[in-house]
């Protein structure tokens, strides 16, 4: 029976292209459809740098993961690296901003398909006044509701369904930018002279501000996808991360094309009626350009792929959050009874029903794609943070490269507003102090020593904010999250911490390959 078990097991696992795919369609999904044109009023002709630098960020992060996961090739590894490398209390405020993120993105996705279908009716049953109205939001968890569907089949047939979908989703932005760069021939003087023409209100540090503030981390994020599936993916040391650096070089490319195929379509005179890249405001970029060019069977084809392509990324995301959160289950973090797997499709259908009850919540509450792109980008950046601290503290030899990778996350929250940063703090804060009411048996010393440092330094980038100038605000920070890095990855702390760890017996307990 065990014999028969593990050949399913095997059997049923991912290939290394499964896994590529899989983390390619997150990458494409509403952030190719909102991106060019927040991108462009964002940093102007600097947004091409902007893309690049997202992909070379989103690709460190992924090299701090995959060390993680060639270590502790376990099933949810995103949100389980500080568990491993220190211990669950110390990765809690981790592992929920990152759970959290990747949750709140399957309402993300869904909302943006609902927002598409709005503007293309011009109607205002479904949207008014850039608010999604209640019969648009029933229509958003109806495609909730088609992305748990999916995921209740089990990760074979997802990844079947996935790869199908996948290749359009791939194709329908290939054949936009095509058409877009044939279209902009006809606008004279737009393919030779919009490198030029109003740019003069941006510089490299926009391109800086628009990874966060134009989506375009948030387009990258699903890069990780393949992590939270790590132990249902063949040979993980080698597989994931290959499907990593495959799949954010293939969405680059895809994006850097798209960015220029939409800055070439703009009809020039439009351009300077508008006052530039940064006067731009159309509710559904893509569709709405389409439209403005004459271009109907291309929005007909934008309308479709508003529907596929936030949804191929929303049902991946559904089913990684559900294994984040079972994660966090198996680490103590969250309530044991989550972590039963399903003996048949191997996940834990309790979780991933807890993820849609919360995103459908968080849908329902939200107003816009773009405010909640925001937020959400937040908490992937949080969540990227334990990479780095989990690969310094594991591998100590990776420490150097460990600190350059959680410096430059470290500005980049600098980036976001000081609201956003206000309102993510709070939350964590918040649950934070619940959690240590419910593991008050650990005893009061060990909760603040293990929870206090983060927490204080997150207030602390707040402070940096408000309270300095901008470029004064990223040197202090700079040197603050260096001291913070070392402190946390320093092996005496790091000691300490495994002293409380739930996870000493990691090899025994993880989901071998």
């Known amino acids: 029976m065990n014999s028969l078990q593990e050949n399913n097991s095997r059997k049923n696992k991912m290939s290394l292209l499964s896994a590529t795919l899989l983390s390619t369609t997150c990458m494409i999904g509403s952030g190719w459809l909102f991106s060019s044109q927040l991108s462009a009023k964002a940093a102007g002709n600097w947004a091409f740098l902007a893309w690049i630098l997202s992909a070379i960020l989103a690709g460190a992060v992924g090299l701090c993961l995959s060390k993680v996961v060639a270590t502790f090739p376990v099933r949810g590894a995103t949100t389980r690296s500080s568990a491993l490398s220190h211990n669950n209390i110390f990765g809690m405020p981790f592992a929920f901003a990152n759970w959290f993120g990747i949750m709140m993105t399957v309402a993300a996705e869904a909302q943006a398909t609902t927002q598409y279908l709005a503007s293309s009716t011009g109607s205002k049953f479904l949207i008014y006044n850039h608010n999604l109205t209640g019969h648009g939001k029933l229509l958003a968890l109806l495609l909730l509701l088609i992305y748990l569907f999916i995921n209740f089949k089990g990760v074979q047939r997802l990844s079947k369904v996935n790869n199908i979908i996948t290749v359009f989703k791939i194709f ?33 540090i926009s391109a800086f501000s628009a990874i ?13 996808t393949s992590v939270a599936y790590a132990s249902e993916i063949k040979n993980p040391k080698r597989n994931v991360p290959l ?23 703009i009809p020039h005179d439009k351009l300077l009626t508008e006052g530039g890249w940064q006067g731009l405001h159309m509710s559904s ?11 109907n069977f291309m929005a007909m084809l934008l309308i479709a792929d508003s529907v596929i392509s936030p949804t191929g990324t929303g049902y991946a995301y559904l089913g990684a959050s559900s294994r984040m959160l079972y994660a966090m289950s198996a680490e103590g973090q969250m309530p044991r009874w989550i972590a039963k797997l399903s003996p048949i499709n191997n996940f834990s259908k309790r979780s991933m029903l807890i993820n849609f009850l919360l995103a459908a919540i968080m849908l329902w509450n939200a107003n ?31 420490r150097i490269w460990g600190l350059i990778v959680f410096v430059v996350t470290s500005l980049i929250m600098l ?10 703090n709070l939350s964590l804060t918040t649950i934070m102090i619940i959690y240590a009411f419910i593991q008050h048996e650990a005893g009061i010393k060990r909760l603040l020593i293990y929870t206090i440092p983060f927490l204080s330094y997150l207030w602390v980038l707040y402070a940096t904010k408000i309270l300095f100038s901008h470029n004064l605000s990223y040197f202090i920070f700079s040197i603050v999250a260096i001291i913070f890095y070392i402190f946390i990855t320093n092996g005496k702390y790091v000691s300490y911490c495994k002293e409380f760890s739930a996870v000493n017996d990691i090899k025994e307990k993880y989901e071998a390959p």
């Open 172 to 204: 329908i932005p290939l054949f936009t930018v095509i058409i877009f760069i044939i279209a902009g021939l006809d606008h004279s003087g737009n393919t030779t002279n919009f490198m030029l023409s109003t740019n003069s209100h941006f510089g490299p």
């Open 285 to 295: 970029p893509l569709l709405n350009l389409s439209m403005l060019l004459g271009l």
């Open 243 to 265: 499907s990593m650096l495959y799949s954010i070089l293939i969405v680059l490319a895809l994006y850097l094309l798209l960015q220029y195929a939409f800055m070439v379509a």
């Open 415 to 424: 980036t976001l507003s000081p609201v956003a940063l206000w309102n993510i």
């Open 212 to 224: 966060t503030g134009a989506g375009l981390l948030y387009s990258f994020n699903g890069f990780q």
């Open 368 to 398: 816009s794609w773009s405010g909640l792109m925001i937020i959400v980008t937040g908490f992937h950046i949080i969540g990227y943070m334990a990479a780095p601290v989990s690969m310094g503290a594991i591998t100590p030899k990776t």
